[in-house]
């Protein structure tokens, strides 16, 4: 059969148009803030803030400028959507020599399967500030949760999540996320998710996904420094378990001087929350570089004084995790020698997981 | 006692002078290529490049582009200097958003430690085409053997090695890389190195390190496609043992028409050779986007084909490794679905070694 030319013309036409309504029209943009936020210590005035400004007062500048970053915080929605999109602005390009850009400024999706939460995809990143990415299509149309994690080292200016025009996305109406139990992880870089290949593989984030639990992640890089301010605000969130992995950041000296008042203002403000210390992960670089070893181990002598003074002193539930049974013996889990891959956060969290069950089984 | 003024000014002079001395004049730099190369397929007229100029003819042109990239090329070297760095030149500024700078740009250090190669530090990379870094410091200044990878995702242009005035640096009198033996591995991205954390994480260069061979990288990101030109290319590099790992690239009609004739023709040229066939990694995303699932099922039911078709046909020592075998069953293994981190590129490490010891067993 010939197809005349008009008509062959026309449907072309139509087609082309069916496109372009697809590509503009057919996805449907909401705003992230009208769905669920988890991993947040408080509600904040800022909502992809990590401490809101009032709370911020006295923290050092750095611990403020790093609250902005959105670290832990992760949206959940149910939609039957059959695609998921993703529109965001960040504050500003980053760049981190250790760090792939979708771990710093990306997004990260997982879907609940069987009770189980399970990576669906990211959302890259390109150049500049204003992001917007497929995460997944041609999914089947069934009513799904979804978890999406946010910027480890950035922050998100707006976030919009887009579905098809006629799919149904809300706030989910059973939210895989336990909010009645909590977990509250203070520390450095490692704990803000240095250098997850993705939001998702932080270690807080690993727990979150392997407890049920909402686990707060309040990972200051280079910051955690145990100051009282920090200690003042830590005892105000609300917690059922406290992870300390702020060892990192803190001279010796410091940990001496700071470490054991940090604790003891915890313990006082909290009593029946159960704490868990853990120990500096050995910087990789320190088995060759002797200044930077002795450092570490200097760092761990010191909060391990502090850790049996507190035991000497009758305080109770206290937990504490050696350096040696951190990331394994390999010495490959770290990208740079202190900052964790994939690798080194699956195995942090396969040594704090029995010492949580433990923490939460006690209290 | 008090120092006299004048003194104290010609000693903080002299301890200044002595600094600035350390600083611009104690680092002596040698050209790596006067030191030994590992992971090279043959000699180069390129040295850090992969595969010799006259070798790529006939190759699609994005072979010829990735082959000038360095993934998988070390430089062995012996020194007894407490301090180690770097100076090398990029031919571009590379943005991946699936990669840190560190893995695609830098350089990676390992140290031979009781027999076994260790990590040491990495070359972080700023932007721009010219690095210059500070690898380690701080060491013992006994002898030791290292292992300085090179970039997954770039080229080298030029590379020079610093250590201390009054250290020595030479090739190692009893290089660790046991060159006798040889594994060669064509593939994709996965085997370029997408999206180790750092050079020495691509599964080539681990399972260089845990077997102690020279292990080649013939991984060109998305152009690993089976065809007649590579086969040729493949059968001309001495190996003890080619593994296949090439499934994620080509279509499945691409397997159906490509495998066959490109493994009989490896076959028929290295008889004796073992060839280990890797199916493609199950990409993650592919358990929602049912398009992308139906095209990774099609693409090993193919390569499964053309292996039982061998096997019929009565051809030898192939082995056949099962996308399940590779990853785990966590779905935690990728960066972004389909490029492993170091946590995945550990697994498949971890599931391809048994296959090797076997295969050269037998041979």
Known sequence: MKIPKRKFFLAAVVLLMMQLAWS???????DA???????????????????????????????????KQSAGIAVLFETNSTAI?????????????????????GLDL?????????????????????????????????????MLYLPLYNGVGSLQIGV??????????????NKAKRIVVYGSSVVQGASASRPGMAYPAILQRRTGYDVINLGFSGSAKMEPALAAYLATVQA???ILDCIPNPSPQQIKERSYP?????????????????????????????????????????????????LKEGYKNIYYLETDKLIGNDHEATVDGIHLTDLGFTRIADALLPVIKKALKRK
Chains 1, 2 share one sequence.
């Open 33 to 67: 803030a009208t769905l669920l936020m988890t991993g947040k210590a408080k509600t904040t005035d800022s909502i992809y803030q990590r401490i809101d400004t009032i709370d911020r007062k006295g923290m050092p500048p750095a611990v403020i400028g790093l609250a």
């Open 164 to 177: 098809q025009r006629n799919a149904i996305i809300q706030p989910p109406a059973h939210p895989a996320v």
């Open 262 to 310: 940090f604790i003891k203002y915890l313990r006082e403000h909290q009593p029946d929350i159960p704490i868990i210390i853990v120990e500096t992960v050995f910087r990789q670089n320190g088995y060759w570089d002797q200044q930077v070893g002795q450092t570490v181990k200097d760092q761990n002598n010191e909060i391990r004084k502090t850790y049996e003074r507190l």
């Open 240 to 242: 059922d378990c406290y």
């Open 85 to 105: 999109r993703a529109k965001w602005s960040l504050p500003k390009e980053v760049y981190m020599h250790n760090m792939t850009p979708i771990a710093h400024s």
């Open 110 to 146: 997982y879907c609940l399967k069987d009770g189980k939460w399970q990576f669906v995809g990211v959302a890259r990143t390109g150049k500049g500030i204003h992001q917007d990415q497929l995460i997944v299509r041609n999914m089947d149309s069934t009513m799904k949760q979804f």
């Open 24 to 30: 503009q029209d057919s996805i449907l943009y909401v």
